[in-house]
């Protein structure tokens, strides 16, 4: 059997070798003619599976995409060609939702203000929204949802319109990028939106660059208006509109779900699905895998502070270090593609274990585990 897979994929080669002969490739760049008496492509969201991609495919039976967005392949291609195909909902998820926070923090610390005293909109409640809940009820702040499609099966929880999470003091984007139905995400944030905005308002976007229209975004803020951005995620990657980047606070390639545990857990769910594909059981594991962390915890010697809380996300992952990153080379210097592709080794929450001295109660650490901290087994 022949297997293709991407060479930013974290232990795929290890895995898949079990299946037959695995050859990394760059996801970009993938032509057709590799595609020739191969049985297995493995890919990111870079490679754009669709007919052009797949003319001298003979053999191929399944893609498999170690990712939640899915909006690079032509799903129902696929379909009609009787060609299996898997993503990996969730596996980035709690990178993703690790990321907004330290961004959080990061703007509250410039701007001088308390995010107790804010309100999130988060638009999209799946596998990241969720996450982001969880985070922001460990961190009491107020938030609102926007997910017209959870909204009427949802008895729990109460959602609002766009236009009414479009009044919040920060706004945060977890949607898929769709372009057709009744409520499509291409341009969700078009210039009628960022008029309409509150001076002040917070954006992120860590979802798909098209979600917000750049070119809108770039006029709004050269005209002077203050909307403190987070652009993780960029319209025409890995080409970046480099009259942007001076007008947006944090900038990053396209990294919020690349913690190893992110990228290796996608790497994990397709090889799984690969094997039932195959009829065969897996035989390794991701924890067989994961190094142990730089950071394995802390042992608090007083009750957490929302500064302590601070100092421990941020010594597990501060963003500032991408946007740093970001800012040498993206543009000018070794390109967004190198930055995601060498990306410094990054970990979850949950791989620092936080426990406190016996004057700490459990009650107290309660909400940085719910923030995403491990507790001591
Ligand atoms: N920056 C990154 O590294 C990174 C990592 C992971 C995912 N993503 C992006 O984030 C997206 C969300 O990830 P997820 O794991 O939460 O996916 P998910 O599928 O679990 O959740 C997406 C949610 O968005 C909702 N939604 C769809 N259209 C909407 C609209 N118009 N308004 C409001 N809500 C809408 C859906 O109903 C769903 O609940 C992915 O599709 C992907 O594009 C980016
Ligand atoms: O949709 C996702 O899961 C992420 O956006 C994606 O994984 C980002 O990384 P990439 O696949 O582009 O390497």
Not at 21 to 43: C, F, H, W, Y
Not at 249 to 270: D, F, P, W
Not at 278 to 296: K, N, T, W, Y
């Amino acid at each position: 059997m022949r297997i293709l897979v991407d060479e930013n994929m974290p232990y795929a080669r290890q895995l898949f070798s079990e299946f037959g002969q695995v050859e990394a490739i760059s996801g970009r760049d993938l032509t057709p003619s590799k595609l020739k008496n191969v049985d297995g492509l493995m890919i990111r969201s870079v490679t754009k599976v669709n007919e052009a991609l797949l003319t001298e495919a003979n053999k191929l039976s399944f893609v498999g995409s170690a990712t939640i967005g899915t909006d690079h392949v032509d799903k129902s291609l696929l379909m009609s060609r009787d060609i299996s195909f898997v993503n990996a909902p969730g596996c980035n998820a709690h990178s993703v939702a690790d990321y907004l926070i330290s961004a959080l923090f990061v703007l509250a610390q410039q701007h001088q203000f308390n995010l107790r005293d804010k309100t999130v909109a988060i638009i999209g409640v799946g596998n990241i929204g969720t996450r982001v809940i969880d985070k922001c009820e460990a961190l009491g702040i107020n938030y609102l949802l926007c997910d017209p499609f959870k909204a009427p099966a949802d008895a729990f929880r109460q959602y609002v319109s766009l236009e009414e999470a479009a009044r919040a003091d920060i706004i945060t984007f977890h949607v898929p990028l769709t372009r057709d139905g009744q409520y499509p995400t291409f341009h969700m944030v078009d210039e009628a939106f960022l008029s309409a905005l509150n001076p002040g308002t917070v954006l992120v976007n860590a979802s798909r660059g098209e979600v917000i229209d750049n070119k809108a975004l770039y006029r709004v803020l050269s005209q002077g208006k203050q909307l403190p951005t987070v652009l993780d995620v960029w319209e025409n990657e890995p080409h970046v509109m480099a009259e942007l980047l001076p007008l947006v606070e944090l900038a990053t390639a396209h990294i919020a779900g690349y913690s190893l545990e992110g990228k290796a857990r996608g790497t994990e769910m397709i090889y799984q699905a690969f094997a039932d594909h195959c009829g065969r059981r897996v035989s390794q594991h991701l924890e067989d895998f994961l190094p142990h962390p730089e950071i394995a915890g802390f042992n608090l010697g007083q009750p957490p502070t929302p500064e302590i809380v601070q100092r421990l996300v941020h010594a597990v992952y501060d963003v500032r270090r991408d946007d740093k990153l970001f800012r040498e080379h993206a543009l000018a210097g070794k390109g967004f593609d190198w930055l995601r592709r060498f990306y410094p080794e990054r970990r979850e929450l949950s791989s620092a274990v936080i426990t406190g001295n016996p004057s700490v109660t459990s009650l107290q650490l309660a909400p940085l585990y719910q923030l995403g901290f491990s507790r001591p087994d």
